[in-house]
Protein backbone atom coordinates (compact mmCIF):
# COMPACT_ATOMS: atom_id res chain seq x y z
CA UNK A 1 0.00 0.00 0.00
CA UNK A 2 1.64 3.18 -1.15
CA UNK A 3 2.16 6.10 1.48
CA UNK A 4 -0.45 9.09 0.83
CA UNK A 5 1.52 12.01 -0.63
CA UNK A 6 1.90 15.05 1.87
CA UNK A 7 -0.17 18.37 1.06
CA UNK A 8 1.13 21.35 0.78
CA UNK A 9 1.07 23.11 3.79
CA UNK A 10 2.81 20.03 5.17
CA UNK A 11 -0.27 18.46 7.01
CA UNK A 12 -0.32 14.70 7.08
CA UNK A 13 -2.88 12.42 5.33
CA UNK A 14 -6.22 12.76 7.11
CA UNK A 15 -6.14 8.49 6.94
CA UNK A 16 -3.38 8.45 9.75
CA UNK A 17 -5.58 10.41 12.86
CA UNK A 18 -8.47 8.08 11.31
CA UNK A 19 -6.68 5.15 12.05
CA UNK A 20 -5.75 6.75 15.71
CA UNK A 21 -9.56 7.12 16.41
CA UNK A 22 -10.26 3.57 15.45
CA UNK A 23 -7.63 2.15 17.60
CA UNK A 24 -8.76 4.41 20.35
CA UNK A 25 -12.77 3.67 19.91
CA UNK A 26 -12.42 0.74 22.48
CA UNK A 27 -11.33 2.52 25.03
CA UNK A 28 -14.05 5.24 24.40
CA UNK A 29 -16.50 2.03 24.15
CA UNK A 30 -15.31 0.93 27.39
CA UNK A 31 -15.59 4.33 29.03
CA UNK A 32 -19.62 4.12 28.38
CA UNK A 33 -20.28 1.44 31.04
CA UNK A 34 -19.02 3.61 34.15
CA UNK A 35 -20.80 6.70 32.09
CA UNK A 36 -23.95 4.51 32.24
CA UNK A 37 -23.37 4.39 36.00
CA UNK A 38 -23.29 8.01 36.78
CA UNK A 39 -26.59 9.56 37.41
CA UNK A 40 -27.61 12.05 35.71
CA UNK A 41 -28.03 15.55 36.75
CA UNK A 42 -31.55 16.25 36.53
CA UNK A 43 -30.73 20.35 36.32
CA UNK A 44 -29.56 19.79 33.05
CA UNK A 45 -32.24 18.25 32.15
CA UNK A 46 -34.51 21.17 32.75
CA UNK A 47 -32.35 23.74 31.54
CA UNK A 48 -32.37 21.93 27.74
CA UNK A 49 -36.13 21.65 28.17
CA UNK A 50 -35.71 17.78 26.41
CA UNK A 51 -34.55 14.62 27.56
CA UNK A 52 -31.12 14.10 27.55
CA UNK A 53 -29.72 11.60 24.94
CA UNK A 54 -27.90 8.59 26.01
CA UNK A 55 -24.28 9.70 26.50
CA UNK A 56 -23.14 6.38 25.15
CA UNK A 57 -25.52 6.67 22.01
CA UNK A 58 -24.05 10.23 21.50
CA UNK A 59 -20.22 9.10 21.42
CA UNK A 60 -20.82 6.62 19.37
CA UNK A 61 -22.67 8.95 16.96
CA UNK A 62 -20.01 11.50 17.55
CA UNK A 63 -17.40 8.45 16.44
CA UNK A 64 -19.12 8.07 12.83
CA UNK A 65 -19.81 11.40 12.13
CA UNK A 66 -15.63 11.92 12.64
CA UNK A 67 -15.37 8.87 10.40
CA UNK A 68 -17.31 9.94 7.94
CA UNK A 69 -15.55 13.61 8.18
CA UNK A 70 -12.42 11.82 8.12
CA UNK A 71 -13.38 10.25 4.80
CA UNK A 72 -14.97 13.37 3.40
CA UNK A 73 -11.51 15.15 3.72
CA UNK A 74 -9.38 12.45 2.04
CA UNK A 75 -11.77 12.39 -1.06
CA UNK A 76 -11.79 16.09 -1.18
CA UNK A 77 -7.99 15.77 -0.46
CA UNK A 78 -7.63 14.00 -3.98
CA UNK A 79 -10.42 15.63 -6.02
CA UNK A 80 -7.72 19.10 -5.46
CA UNK A 81 -4.91 17.50 -6.50
CA UNK A 82 -6.68 16.42 -9.95
CA UNK A 83 -5.72 18.11 -13.40
CA UNK A 84 -6.40 21.79 -14.18
CA UNK A 85 -8.31 20.91 -16.69
CA UNK A 86 -11.19 19.49 -14.64
CA UNK A 87 -11.53 22.87 -12.63
CA UNK A 88 -13.98 24.97 -13.70
CA UNK A 89 -12.97 28.10 -16.24
CA UNK A 90 -13.26 31.45 -14.47
CA UNK A 91 -15.99 33.91 -16.30
CA UNK A 92 -14.56 36.53 -18.15
CA UNK A 93 -16.09 39.81 -18.45
CA UNK A 94 -18.57 40.73 -21.36
CA UNK A 95 -17.11 42.36 -23.79
CA UNK A 96 -18.14 46.19 -24.24
CA UNK A 97 -17.44 48.19 -28.20
CA UNK A 98 -18.51 52.07 -28.06
CA UNK A 99 -19.52 53.52 -31.15
CA UNK A 100 -17.13 56.25 -31.91
CA UNK A 101 -19.69 58.86 -32.45
CA UNK A 102 -21.17 57.94 -28.88
CA UNK A 103 -24.61 56.80 -30.23
CA UNK A 104 -24.69 53.71 -28.36
CA UNK A 105 -22.75 50.84 -26.80
CA UNK A 106 -22.66 46.99 -28.03
CA UNK A 107 -22.54 44.51 -25.80
CA UNK A 108 -21.13 41.07 -26.89
CA UNK A 109 -23.12 38.20 -25.92
CA UNK A 110 -21.49 35.59 -28.14
CA UNK A 111 -18.46 36.20 -30.33
CA UNK A 112 -19.04 35.46 -33.93
CA UNK A 113 -16.00 33.91 -36.42
CA UNK A 114 -13.76 35.12 -38.74
CA UNK A 115 -12.47 38.82 -39.73
CA UNK A 116 -14.87 39.83 -42.44
CA UNK A 117 -17.69 42.41 -41.63
CA UNK A 118 -20.48 43.53 -43.55
CA UNK A 119 -19.45 46.43 -46.44
CA UNK A 120 -21.68 47.90 -48.64
CA UNK A 121 -23.63 46.23 -50.41
CA UNK A 122 -23.51 43.43 -48.25
CA UNK A 123 -26.73 41.49 -47.73
CA UNK A 124 -27.27 40.34 -44.24
CA UNK A 125 -29.21 37.73 -42.77
CA UNK A 126 -30.16 39.49 -39.67
CA UNK A 127 -32.57 38.99 -36.33
CA UNK A 128 -34.11 41.68 -34.30
CA UNK A 129 -35.34 41.45 -31.16
CA UNK A 130 -36.90 44.21 -28.64
CA UNK A 131 -36.88 46.88 -30.78
CA UNK A 132 -39.38 49.59 -30.29
CA UNK A 133 -42.84 49.62 -32.71
CA UNK A 134 -42.25 52.34 -35.48
CA UNK A 135 -38.70 51.78 -35.45
CA UNK A 136 -38.96 50.55 -38.84
CA UNK A 137 -37.38 47.21 -38.37
CA UNK A 138 -39.43 43.86 -38.02
CA UNK A 139 -39.03 41.88 -36.01
CA UNK A 140 -37.46 38.62 -35.81
CA UNK A 141 -35.69 37.34 -38.60
CA UNK A 142 -34.93 39.50 -41.53
CA UNK A 143 -32.77 40.69 -44.88
CA UNK A 144 -30.99 43.94 -44.62
CA UNK A 145 -28.94 45.67 -47.35
CA UNK A 146 -26.06 47.52 -46.12
CA UNK A 147 -26.12 51.18 -47.84
CA UNK A 148 -29.52 50.72 -49.31
CA UNK A 149 -33.18 50.75 -48.58
CA UNK A 150 -35.39 52.92 -46.07
CA UNK A 151 -34.78 50.84 -43.52
CA UNK A 152 -31.74 52.89 -42.32
CA UNK A 153 -33.78 56.43 -42.78
CA UNK A 154 -35.12 55.93 -39.32
CA UNK A 155 -32.87 56.66 -36.36
CA UNK A 156 -32.85 52.72 -35.03
CA UNK A 157 -31.97 51.92 -38.81
CA UNK A 158 -28.79 54.13 -38.53
CA UNK A 159 -27.87 52.55 -35.68
CA UNK A 160 -28.56 48.98 -36.72
CA UNK A 161 -26.42 49.47 -39.70
CA UNK A 162 -23.68 50.86 -37.95
CA UNK A 163 -23.99 48.06 -35.65
CA UNK A 164 -23.70 45.36 -38.50
CA UNK A 165 -20.20 47.33 -39.76
CA UNK A 166 -18.98 46.17 -36.24
CA UNK A 167 -19.67 42.55 -35.96
CA UNK A 168 -18.60 39.37 -37.47
CA UNK A 169 -20.77 36.21 -38.64
CA UNK A 170 -22.37 34.63 -35.84
CA UNK A 171 -21.64 37.28 -33.89
CA UNK A 172 -25.20 38.34 -31.08
CA UNK A 173 -25.16 41.75 -29.28
CA UNK A 174 -27.59 44.17 -27.61
CA UNK A 175 -27.48 47.79 -27.89
CA UNK A 176 -27.82 49.68 -25.50
CA UNK A 177 -28.29 53.55 -25.95
CA UNK A 178 -27.31 56.79 -22.84
CA UNK A 179 -30.19 58.27 -21.49
CA UNK A 180 -32.61 55.16 -22.24
CA UNK A 181 -34.21 53.70 -19.56
CA UNK A 182 -35.97 50.81 -21.28
CA UNK A 183 -34.86 47.05 -21.91
CA UNK A 184 -31.69 46.89 -24.21
CA UNK A 185 -32.40 45.60 -27.67
CA UNK A 186 -30.85 42.12 -29.27
CA UNK A 187 -29.02 41.57 -32.70
CA UNK A 188 -27.65 38.73 -34.72
CA UNK A 189 -25.41 38.30 -37.31
CA UNK A 190 -26.12 34.88 -39.10
CA UNK A 191 -24.75 35.70 -42.63
CA UNK A 192 -23.61 38.40 -44.65
CA UNK A 193 -22.56 38.52 -48.39
CA UNK A 194 -19.54 40.21 -49.88
CA UNK A 195 -19.62 43.77 -49.87
CA UNK A 196 -17.12 46.67 -50.47
CA UNK A 197 -15.66 49.53 -48.77
CA UNK A 198 -16.41 53.04 -49.82
CA UNK A 199 -12.80 53.11 -51.13
CA UNK A 200 -12.72 50.15 -53.58
CA UNK A 201 -15.88 52.33 -55.26
CA UNK A 202 -14.84 54.07 -58.74
CA UNK A 203 -15.72 57.66 -58.45
CA UNK A 204 -18.62 57.26 -61.00
CA UNK A 205 -20.37 54.88 -58.30
CA UNK A 206 -19.75 57.11 -55.21
CA UNK A 207 -21.44 59.80 -56.90
CA UNK A 208 -24.29 57.64 -58.82
CA UNK A 209 -24.66 56.71 -54.90
CA UNK A 210 -24.34 60.04 -53.29
CA UNK A 211 -26.97 61.65 -56.19
CA UNK A 212 -29.49 58.40 -54.96
CA UNK A 213 -29.63 59.25 -51.35
CA UNK A 214 -29.59 62.70 -52.10
CA UNK A 215 -32.95 62.20 -53.94
CA UNK A 216 -34.04 60.73 -51.27
CA UNK A 217 -33.03 62.94 -48.47
CA UNK A 218 -35.14 65.67 -50.77
CA UNK A 219 -37.97 63.47 -50.54
CA UNK A 220 -37.73 62.71 -46.64
CA UNK A 221 -37.01 66.54 -46.34
CA UNK A 222 -40.67 67.58 -48.45
CA UNK A 223 -42.56 64.94 -46.28
CA UNK A 224 -41.70 66.75 -42.79
CA UNK A 225 -38.56 64.67 -41.97
CA UNK A 226 -35.74 66.83 -41.73
CA UNK A 227 -33.80 63.92 -39.10
CA UNK A 228 -34.57 61.42 -41.81
CA UNK A 229 -33.20 63.97 -44.64
CA UNK A 230 -30.20 65.04 -42.65
CA UNK A 231 -29.17 61.31 -42.70
CA UNK A 232 -29.27 60.56 -46.20
CA UNK A 233 -27.35 63.96 -46.97
CA UNK A 234 -24.67 63.14 -44.51
CA UNK A 235 -24.71 59.73 -46.37
CA UNK A 236 -23.83 60.74 -49.29
CA UNK A 237 -21.31 63.84 -48.33
CA UNK A 238 -19.30 60.59 -46.48
CA UNK A 239 -18.83 59.45 -49.75
CA UNK A 240 -18.28 62.38 -51.95
CA UNK A 241 -15.25 62.99 -49.09
CA UNK A 242 -13.67 60.41 -50.44
CA UNK A 243 -13.30 61.73 -53.76
CA UNK A 244 -9.88 62.90 -55.02
CA UNK A 245 -9.74 66.98 -55.17
CA UNK A 246 -11.45 68.99 -56.39
CA UNK A 247 -14.31 66.60 -55.32
CA UNK A 248 -17.64 67.01 -56.49
CA UNK A 249 -19.44 69.97 -57.26
CA UNK A 250 -22.69 68.39 -55.11
CA UNK A 251 -21.17 68.90 -51.76
CA UNK A 252 -22.31 72.02 -51.94
CA UNK A 253 -25.76 71.87 -52.21
CA UNK A 254 -25.57 68.61 -49.82
CA UNK A 255 -24.13 70.85 -47.06
CA UNK A 256 -26.84 73.60 -47.58
CA UNK A 257 -29.45 71.20 -47.52
CA UNK A 258 -27.94 70.04 -44.32
CA UNK A 259 -28.00 73.37 -42.73
CA UNK A 260 -31.62 73.26 -43.33
CA UNK A 261 -32.88 69.90 -41.54
CA UNK A 262 -29.99 71.47 -38.71
CA UNK A 263 -32.03 74.73 -38.72
CA UNK A 264 -35.39 72.94 -37.83
CA UNK A 265 -33.98 70.20 -35.34
CA UNK A 266 -32.76 72.72 -33.51
CA UNK A 267 -28.72 72.67 -33.89
CA UNK A 268 -28.07 76.00 -35.02
CA UNK A 269 -24.21 75.47 -34.35
CA UNK A 270 -24.16 72.47 -36.95
CA UNK A 271 -25.88 74.34 -39.67
CA UNK A 272 -23.37 77.63 -38.98
CA UNK A 273 -20.48 74.93 -39.92
CA UNK A 274 -22.77 73.46 -42.94
CA UNK A 275 -22.72 76.80 -44.21
CA UNK A 276 -19.03 77.25 -43.84
CA UNK A 277 -18.54 74.53 -45.92
CA UNK A 278 -20.58 75.64 -48.27
CA UNK A 279 -19.57 79.33 -48.31
CA UNK A 280 -15.33 78.32 -48.26
CA UNK A 281 -16.39 77.04 -51.83
CA UNK A 282 -18.87 79.38 -52.93
CA UNK A 283 -18.44 82.73 -50.82
CA UNK A 284 -21.72 84.18 -52.47
CA UNK A 285 -24.18 81.34 -51.80
CA UNK A 286 -27.21 82.90 -50.62
CA UNK A 287 -28.90 80.18 -49.62
CA UNK A 288 -25.86 79.62 -47.16
CA UNK A 289 -25.74 83.36 -46.08
CA UNK A 290 -29.30 83.32 -45.37
CA UNK A 291 -29.26 80.46 -43.14
CA UNK A 292 -25.84 81.14 -41.28
CA UNK A 293 -27.71 84.01 -40.86
CA UNK A 294 -30.81 82.38 -38.69
CA UNK A 295 -28.37 80.20 -37.20
CA UNK A 296 -25.97 82.90 -35.69
CA UNK A 297 -29.53 84.85 -34.33
CA UNK A 298 -30.72 81.73 -32.56
CA UNK A 299 -26.68 81.39 -31.35
CA UNK A 300 -27.21 84.92 -30.11
CA UNK A 301 -24.51 86.39 -32.17
CA UNK A 302 -26.72 89.18 -33.95
CA UNK A 303 -23.74 91.10 -35.14
CA UNK A 304 -22.65 88.13 -37.59
CA UNK A 305 -26.37 87.68 -38.38
CA UNK A 306 -27.00 91.11 -39.38
CA UNK A 307 -23.88 90.96 -41.72
CA UNK A 308 -25.06 87.62 -43.28
CA UNK A 309 -28.69 88.89 -43.92
CA UNK A 310 -27.85 92.09 -45.42
CA UNK A 311 -25.36 90.32 -48.05
CA UNK A 312 -28.30 88.38 -49.12
CA UNK A 313 -30.27 91.61 -49.39
CA UNK A 314 -27.43 93.48 -50.95
CA UNK A 315 -27.91 90.77 -54.09
CA UNK A 316 -31.73 90.57 -53.55
CA UNK A 317 -33.33 93.13 -52.22
CA UNK A 318 -36.56 91.76 -52.65
CA UNK A 319 -35.64 88.52 -50.67
CA UNK A 320 -38.55 88.37 -48.23
CA UNK A 321 -37.43 86.04 -46.25
CA UNK A 322 -34.16 87.83 -45.53
CA UNK A 323 -35.69 91.05 -44.81
CA UNK A 324 -38.40 89.35 -41.97
CA UNK A 325 -35.43 87.54 -40.69
CA UNK A 326 -33.34 91.19 -40.37
CA UNK A 327 -36.08 92.64 -38.47
CA UNK A 328 -36.34 90.12 -36.06
CA UNK A 329 -32.41 90.23 -35.40
CA UNK A 330 -33.21 94.51 -35.35
CA UNK A 331 -35.93 93.75 -32.91
CA UNK A 332 -33.60 91.41 -30.94
CA UNK A 333 -30.64 93.85 -30.45
CA UNK A 334 -33.43 96.56 -29.44
CA UNK A 335 -34.18 94.33 -26.79
CA UNK A 336 -30.72 93.70 -25.35
CA UNK A 337 -29.88 97.10 -25.64
CA UNK A 338 -32.39 97.60 -23.41
CA UNK A 339 -31.43 95.34 -21.14
CA UNK A 340 -28.31 95.88 -20.50
CA UNK A 341 -28.85 99.96 -20.72
CA UNK A 342 -31.50 98.72 -17.18
CA UNK A 343 -28.73 96.56 -15.94
CA UNK A 344 -26.29 99.27 -15.72
CA UNK A 345 -28.96 102.17 -14.15
CA UNK A 346 -29.70 99.64 -11.52
CA UNK A 347 -25.78 99.23 -10.85
CA UNK A 348 -25.27 102.99 -10.66
CA UNK A 349 -28.04 104.33 -10.28
Known amino acids: METPPVSPLGEKNISQPQQRWKKNSQKILDSTTQIRQQPQDPSTELLEGRVSPDPAGQILENLQEIEKLAVGREGDSDKSHGPASEMPEPLQASELWYCPDGSFVKKILIHGHGLDKPKLGSRCRVQVLGFPLGSGLPEGWTELTMGLGPWREETWGELVEKCLESMCQGEEAELQLPGRSGPPVRLKLASFTQGRDSWELEPTEKEALAREER ?3 TELFRAGNPEGAARCYGR ?28 LLGQPHLAAQSCD ?16 GVAQAALGNLDKATADLKKVL ?34 FG
Not at 238 to 246: I, K, N, S, V
Open 314 to 347: AVDPKNRAAQEELGKVIIQGKKQDAGLAQGLRKM
Open 215 to 217: ARG
Open 236 to 263: ALRLLLTLPPPGSPERTVLHANLAACQL
Open 277 to 292: RVLEREPGHLKALYRR
